[in-house]
């Protein structure tokens, strides 16, 4: 804004008609309107009427808020827009909403994030300022989420349950880390479709209450496969209908094997059952000692039933009908490993029933393992029409044979250290989709034997992913489409070793770092020690 000065100020005058201007300039920041300001005291009479200047308006107070960052939960979430404001925080009047078209989809999830956050579900009333409100929409792959803090509340969309449900798990994490979640919008997604934990519960005896446990730890990692490995040769650990003289004494209800797998599937986790066969059938050979498989020489390998027996077949098939039913997710574990007819040198000459059982069926050139492999392709057979996905160990998997493992069957590729056994290339290069259960990274084994030591989180945090299949030298990229995930599994061979405490305490951490990798196979930004120090305020 110009001023003009109506003739010549001198003197007093002339000082006090700069200090105006001054201070009008600043007040207006250079522009503006307004009436030019008089001069101050003076000699003429116009200046001697005119009123001083009022004093400069207090500045309109302002916030300003630092660009803010990503929220620190485990796993950490995949990708934040950044922006500026205030983030979000629980309140008084905090409550949490579902859109009313998906009330019925995610009523759970609301009132599971409403009682963690201990704020009132208010069900499908519109938003209020500070609320937390949840939806179904979008068009991200299966368990993807969208979560944005903007305007005071916070949104939480997916286009299925489980994102949504992960969304709260994000919300959950940053405000039990920090008190709040930052402002910004949430884009995420994991890595890979399956991402579990694996229990031998055969050779150890856990109570319900403690897998339930594990599941609920499992859903805040957002893990959800739960691996249930119950029948071996030291134990039958689910009651049985068919067949309940193999059931140990000590073992779960199917009453207490419902209300977990109830569970599980209200925090989107499938249980995968295994009744592993040929061999680890001690149990069942216990009560049917007539089964057992007897070398030449009159050896009795431990749990190895004989597979030319039509009688062993029918037993494990009528579990096998019996137990599709108790477990209605969609996977199965057939087995298949460590068959001992197959770990000798000349599998023909020592198990010679074995041999001509394997001509008898599949051709004069067909051996041993071909009879193994038709073992494995029968029981899928049974299991199949369920329509669940079946996976079996990948030294239950033979080459060279008349007989080729089904085509649909995945591979669980633990160890490249059997007889016989296969690096990971093969099966991938023959086009099988694997699962990564490599027992150099993910093997809790009780009383560490045949050379294997606890896991630890910070070697899975720093050195694995899912492409590191067998030992420590991850397969080419160009496979990882076909590694559908991966587990960390405990395995009870010296059951005394630990109790159950010791077990859930020995592998927090182990299996917190594999969740992370699952996620998110990329080089994590904290450090060990920090994504430790994280894990035990999130957790």
């Known amino acids: 804004m110009r001023y003009s000065i109506r003739g010549p100020l001198r003197g007093p005058a002339l000082l006090a008609a700069a200090v105006a201007l001054a201070t009008a300039t600043a007040c207006s920041g250079g522009s503006g309107g307004g009436p030019p300001a008089a001069s101050g005291t003076g000699t003429t009479a116009s200046a001697a009427t005119t009123p001083p200047p009022p004093p400069p308006p207090s500045p309109t107070p302002t916030r300003t808020y630092p660009l803010s960052t990503a929220p620190l939960t485990i796993p950490a979430v995949r990708s934040h827009q950044a922006a500026r404001g205030p983030g979000w925080k629980p309140g008084a009047d905090t409550g949490v909403v579902v859109a009313a078209k998906d009330e019925g989809a995610l009523a759970d999830e609301a009132r599971l994030i409403a009682g963690e956050l201990r704020v009132p579900y ?31 509340g916070v949104r939480i969309t997916g286009p299925d349950q489980a994102g949504v449900f992960y969304g709260t798990r994000t919300l959950k994490q940053s405000v039990r880390s920090t008190g709040a979640i930052p402002e910004g919008v949430i884009t995420d997604a994991p890595a890979k479709p399956q991402r579990g934990l694996m229990v031998d519960i055969a050779r150890k005896y856990f109570s319900a209450g403690w897998i339930e446990a594990r599941v609920r730890e499992m859903a805040d990692l957002k893990l959800n496969q739960l691996g249930l490995h119950f029948s071996d040769d030291q134990g039958f650990r689910i009651a049985s ?30 249980v995968v059952p295994e009744i592993d066969s040929p061999g680890h059938l001690g149990a069942v050979i216990d009560a049917h000692p007539d089964l057992q498989l007897v070398s030449a020489t009159g050896r009795t390998p431990r749990g190895a039933v004989d597979i030319s027996k039509p009688a062993a077949a029918r037993i494990v098939d009528e579990l096998l009908r019996e137990y599709t039913g108790l477990f209605p997710g969609a996977y199965w574990h057939l087995g298949g490993d460590e068959y ?49 996905a079946l996976r079996a160990w990948n030294d239950g998997f033979y080459t060279g044979g008349v007989v080729a493992a089904d085509k649909d069957l995945q591979v669980a590729y633990w160890t490249g250290k059997e007889i016989g056994a296969r690096p990971p290339v093969p099966y991938l290069s023959a086009g099988r989709k694997v699962l990564n259960y490599n027992d150099e990274y993910l093997y809790y084994v009780l009383g560490q034997p045949n050379d294997f030591t606890y896991p630890t989180g910070r070697r899975i ?79």
């Open 122 to 152: 208010r069900g499908t009333a519109a938003a209020r300022p500070g609320d937390v409100s949840l939806a179904l929409g979008g068009q991200g792959a299966a368990e993807s989420y969208t979560l944005a803090v903007q305007g005071g």
């Open 241 to 270: 209908d068919s067949h309940p003289e193999i059931v140990s004494a000590k073992h779960l209800s199917k009453a207490e094997v419902r209300r977990i797998v109830d569970l599980a599937a209200s925090l989107h986790i499938t």
């Open 340 to 388: 001992v007819a197959l770990m000798s040198k000349n599998p023909e000459a020592s198990y010679p029933q074995l041999a001509r059982a394997a001509t008898a069926r599949f051709g004069a050139s067909a051996r041993v393992q071909d009879l193994a492999t038709g073992w494995l392709n029968d029981r899928a057979a049974v299991v199949r029409p369920t329509g669940k």
């Open 461 to 539: 945090y720093e050195q694995w992913t899912p492409l590191v299949l067998r030992g420590t030298a991850p397969v080419p990229a160009r496979y990882d489409p076909q590694i559908l995930g991966g587990s960390f599994a405990v395995w009870c061979d010296l059951a005394g070793a630990q109790t159950q405490a010791q077990v859930a305490d020995g592998i927090r951490m182990p299996l917190t770092a594999t969740a992370q990798k699952l996620w998110d196979a990329r080089k994590p930004a904290l450090t060990w020690d920090r994504f430790q120090a994280l894990a035990g305020r999130v957790r």
